[in-house]
């Protein structure tokens, strides 16, 4: 597609419940990245795919939180038994190469309640 | 560890005003630099980027030069505007997976 694309656009979840967020990126985009951004800060980074292969997930909160991309396409970001602390937007990016720069999907505003 | 420090916000100024957003960077190896603009209600955009050493980057009037020396990467633009009104991330990407890493973001407010 034209960009990066992430569904839902907003998602309220009660404590203890499990969600999935998704992201499309950007066809023929090799690196994927996640992102979680608290209001008011910068995005943190949470974990990085090149292809399938997930090379960095060093970001990631707690064991919680687990992210797939099975066929090097979309990928989905699991939070199990959220928290009121999993509260934020979560961030979806793409790239062909650093030197070109990274696309970013609108977000994922998750709001645990 | 790398890390990006920018300077804190808000940053208020009248139409037509000289805006620089200071940026500095730790990393490893040759990073990659860019700015990233985040409107009202809207997701992140690449502003500008420069991926080597005394690049500049531009972008709507934008202006950024890559020093390796001061390891700096500072925003300047000659005389913003109220549509300029947003907040602004440095971002540098470095190490054998170049991942970005952002500063925590200065916000802009151009009054007319």
């Known amino acids: 597609g034209a960009g990066v694309s992430q569904s839902p656009r907003y998602k309220v979840a009660k404590r203890g419940q499990d969600v999935a967020l998704r992201c499309d990126p950007i066809s023929g985009h090799v690196s994927l990245f996640w992102y979680q951004q608290a209001l008011g800060q910068g995005p943190e980074f949470l974990t990085y795919?090149?292809?399938?292969?997930?090379?960095?997930k060093s970001g990631l909160p707690s064991d919680r939180f687990f992210a797939e991309r099975p066929e090097g396409s979309v990928s989905t970001l699991k939070i199990q038994r959220t928290q009121q602390e999993d509260s934020a937007v979560y961030l979806c990016a793409s790239s062909s190469g650093h030197n070109y720069g990274y696309t970013f999907g609108s977000g994922t505003r998750l709001t645990v309640v | 560890g790398n890390s990006v420090t920018q300077m804190e916000g808000p940053v208020t100024l009248s139409e037509e005003a000289f805006l620089t957003i200071n940026c500095t960077y730790t990393a490893t190896g040759y990073p990659s630099l860019f700015w990233y603009v985040q409107y009202p209600g809207e997701g992140l955009q690449l502003l500008l980027k420069a991926t080597k050493a005394d690049d500049k980057g531009s972008n709507k009037g934008f202006e950024a030069t890559y020093r390796k020396e001061t390891t700096s990467f500072h925003l300047e633009k000659g005389s913003v505007q109220v549509s300029d009104s947003a907040v602004y991330f440095c971002v540098h990407a470095s190490g054998g997976s170049y991942i970005p890493t952002f500063g925590r973001g200065t916000s802009l407010i151009v009054h007319p």
């Open positions: 795919f090149q292809n399938e292969a997930q090379l960095d």
